[in-house]
């Protein structure tokens, strides 16, 4: 029995190899992960069907009472974007009638004194858990003049909207992925 269990074949969903199973891009509800000297836990896993056929994958980071969004993207190379959830009232006043009335954003916005431009829309749906239940949205994205920083406007329905700024990141940024227990 010892023997079996220091040299015996490990059951398939005990086996974890860490270069493989423990990057960024397997994150999984539970998993820890250092970032900026925090440590985050992974509390939600989610997927985006985009209209275009590509697909993106978000992980919900949360250390202590903040709470950041981890976007994986694949367009020609792999693109990792960190935003955390902004007040859409803080864009200023009427951009939710100007989205209702054009069916489209303004092709420039402020948010703390940074000018972003408009870079890309879609439509698609969110895949909560990665699963087959579908909720369809509109997404658009704005870059400042670096193009190192982004802000997102996501519609809901006729007329719930959020907003989320960010980073591009790097995969090198995040370090000793664990799972919790």
Request: hydrophobic share 30%.
């Amino acid at each position: 029995m010892v023997w079996n269990r220091m040299f015996g074949k490990k059951k398939k969903d005990e086996a974890l190899d860490p270069f493989q199973d423990l990057v960024l891009s397997k994150l999984k509800v539970g998993y820890l992960v250092d970032y900026d000297m925090n440590t985050w836990e992974v509390t939600e896993y989610n997927m985006y069907d985009w209209d275009d056929g590509d697909y993106s994958y978000e992980w919900e980071l949360t250390s202590g009472n903040q709470v950041l969004y981890l976007e994986r993207e694949e367009d020609d190379e792999v693109e990792w974007v960190l935003t955390k959830r902004i007040s859409f009232n803080s864009l200023g006043a009427g951009i939710s009638k100007y989205i209702e009335q054009n069916e489209d954003p303004p092709h420039e916005l402020e948010y703390e004194g940074v000018k972003y431009y408009l870079d890309d829309g879609s439509g698609g749906y969110l895949c909560k858990g990665g699963g087959k239940q579908r909720i369809e949205f509109l997404y658009w994205e704005f870059l400042d003049k670096s193009e190192e920083k982004v802000l997102t406007i996501e519609q809901w329905g006729e007329d719930k909207f959020e907003a989320s700024v960010g980073i591009y990141v790097e995969e090198y940024q995040f370090t000793n992925i664990l799972p919790k227990a």
